[in-house]
């Protein structure tokens, strides 16, 4: 799982789903930068794994639809918890990072 939910396109799915049910083309359509294959790959991750339920509707040309599961909900809220998080940390990130940068450069010039 812990796989599934470091996965970047299962992130951005299930957030996109959290406001509603919606088709393939929408779901590509607000998920800027998601190729078809990948999409389709996310989406069979996530109803295999119980996140999310496909309707098939009987009509031509077919239309499907995609939403959260119950489960799905629940994700959907600890990923928004997540999000909080990484905004209200992102200068602490920021910072880390800079030092750790420059700790780097220090290391590579003293074995230079």
């Known amino acids: 799982m812990?796989?599934?939910?470091?996965?970047?396109?299962?992130?951005?799915?299930?957030?996109a789903l959290r406001r509603g049910r919606l088709r393939n083309g929408e779901l590509a359509r607000k998920l800027e930068g998601i190729t078809p294959k990948m999409l389709t790959q996310t989406l069979r991750i996530l109803e295999r794994d119980g996140i999310v339920?496909?309707?098939?509707?009987?009509?031509?040309?077919?239309?499907?639809?995609?939403?959260?599961?119950?489960?799905?909900?629940?994700?959907?809220?600890?990923?928004?918890?997540?999000?909080?998080?990484?905004?209200?940390?992102?200068?602490?990130?920021?910072d880390a990072r800079a030092r750790a940068s420059m700790e780097s450069q220090e290391d590579s010039v003293a074995r230079g």
């Open 2 to 15: 812990l796989e599934t939910l470091g996965n970047k396109w299962v992130y951005l799915v299930v957030c």
């Open 53 to 94: 339920r496909r309707e098939i509707f009987p009509v031509i040309p077919p239309r499907v639809e995609y939403e959260l599961t119950e489960l799905g909900q629940n994700l959907a809220g600890l990923l928004n918890q997540i999000r909080s998080w990484s905004e209200q940390h992102v200068p602490d990130i920021k």
